[in-house]
């Protein structure tokens, strides 16, 4: 059964960090893009960062740049999200999702179709 698992998440103050986690059980993840996403309440899901399976590159959305970094663990067939000096406009729930690589990066978000299941992540003093 071909599946994601995201976990990681909670409640932490501004300034703090988390790692997310998206382990994938049924196939091996370094043949797909992997993208992080982000749902607010009331807001459109947007794609936060990805990483490209072909050359390992990565794209991070301006409202995270320098704070978030993605990775890839093949060992483990999980990526990661590590997101630090968070602030309270980053709380959402968070989404991993794969896209196989056949777009010339790895942001192009209408391409991914196997999801997670989402994890909260609530930044709040």
């Known amino acids: 059964q071909v599946q994601l698992v995201t976990s990681g998440g909670g409640l932490v103050q501004p300034g703090g960090s988390l790692r997310l986690s998206c382990a994938a059980s049924?196939?091996?993840?370094?043949?797909?893009?992997i993208g992080w996403f982000r749902q607010a309440p009331g807001k459109e899901r947007e794609g936060v960062s990805c990483?490209?399976?072909?050359?390992?590159?990565?794209y991070y959305a301006d409202s995270v740049k320098g704070r978030f970094t993605i990775s890839r663990d093949s060992t483990k067939n999980t990526v990661y999200l590590r997101m630090d000096s968070l602030k309270p406009e980053d709380t959402a729930v968070y989404y991993c999702a794969t896209a196989r690589p056949w777009e010339l990066v790895c942001s192009v978000w209408g391409a991914y179709d196997i999801w997670g299941q989402g994890t909260q992540v609530t930044v709040s003093s």
């Open positions: 049924g196939f091996t993840l370094d043949y797909y893009d």
């Open positions: 990483i490209s399976s072909s050359d390992g590159s990565t």
